[in-house]
């Protein structure tokens, strides 16, 4: 089967095997390329068979190569190598050409897609700062991290959450008992024990932090992060792709790419936000600062 995608006014084309290929009007299994020139790139090709390529002084199998029209008006295969061989750069432009109509369509298609799922999306952001604004979730992680907290532990804490460090150790000195029989935990834990002119010390899980990284990621649920993701809503929300020249297409299909795992990431900053506010876990920092 072939498909035609008109595209600017070039035709691209989908091989899905050989025979796609020699069925073709103006095909021709050899041509010779010193009595022609190339055109254009017409379909990038990875088939399971290998067949001879089209170029005279070539005829060499292979499976992944181009479709090729020439200036005469024939069409032929060549293989990726042959095209540069024989072409030079006129193969190199066009086949870039080529590589830039196929993600042009995909990228007009993927961005017609998400302007279809965009209301979805505003509705899920919408549902994201209701949750935060009744529990009042920003202020009150703005408000221990920077007012409650002395800097200090602050930014003990932002460190910890940079380096995702959720546990809290505390150094207890070992008594050694005479024990005959030592379990492969505990020669792994001896092992690991500091030996200090006091004694023999080792670390031990004093508490876990939840949610620490909110405490440098919740600076994402402010109003003014917010209002930026809908003003960016807004913009892709308005735009043509059709009307969208490559370097604005290739900007606006990123964005487009990137909104879900942007709001998914979000949810989880709540999250771990929600994680972190819980009353036993403010009391363990806040009762064991000098631990952090
Ligand atoms: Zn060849």
């Known amino acids: ?5 008109t595209e600017g006014g070039r035709t691209l084309v989908k091989v899905g095997d050989w025979k796609d290929m020699y069925e073709r009007v103006g ?9 022609d020139k190339l055109k254009e790139v017409l379909a ?11 170029l005279k002084s070539c005829r060499r199998p292979h499976n992944r190569g181009y479709l090729v029209i020439l200036e005469s008006g024939k069409e032929t295969n060549i293989g990726n190598i ?19 109509a196929v993600n042009s369509q995909k990228y007009r298609e993927n961005i017609f897609e998400k302007k279809y799922q965009l209301g979805g999306l505003r509705l899920e952001i919408q ?38 460090a959720s546990i809290v150790s505390v ?19 001896r092992q690991e024990d500091r030996h200090l002119a006091g004694g023999v010390y080792r670390e031990e899980t004093a508490f876990i932090i939840a949610g620490i990284e909110a405490v ?17 809503m807004d913009f892709f929300s308005q735009i043509n792709p059709d009307d969208l020249d490559y370097k604005s297409l290739v900007r606006s299909h990123k964005w ?14 709540i999250e771990n936000c929600k994680r972190f506010m819980v009353t036993s876990n403010i009391q363990k920092i806040t009762q064991n600062k000098f631990l952090i």
């Open 1 to 5: 089967m072939i498909e035609y995608n």
């Open 171 to 189: 150094s207890r000195r070992v008594v050694r008992e005479e024990a005959t029989i030592e379990s492969f935990e505990d020669r792994r834990q």
């Open 216 to 232: 440098i990621s919740y600076k994402k649920l402010s109003s003014i992060a917010y209002n930026e993701l809908v003003s960016e």
């Open 27 to 35: 095909f021709e299994m050899i041509v010779d390329e010193r009595e």
């Open 82 to 100: 042959c095209g540069k061989k024989h072409f030079g750069i006129d193969f190199e432009k066009s086949k870039n050409e080529f590589t830039k």
């Open 256 to 269: 487009s790419q990137s909104i879900d795992g942007k709001i998914r990431a979000l949810s989880e900053v």
């Open 44 to 54: 990038r090709y990875t088939l399971k068979n290998q067949n001879a390529c089209g």
């Open 127 to 164: 549902l994201q700062r209701e949750n935060i604004d009744q529990i009042n979730l920003y202020e009150r992680m703005h408000g221990f991290v920077e007012r409650i907290l002395d800097s200090s532990t602050s930014e003990k804490l932002k460190d910890r959450a940079r380096r995702n």
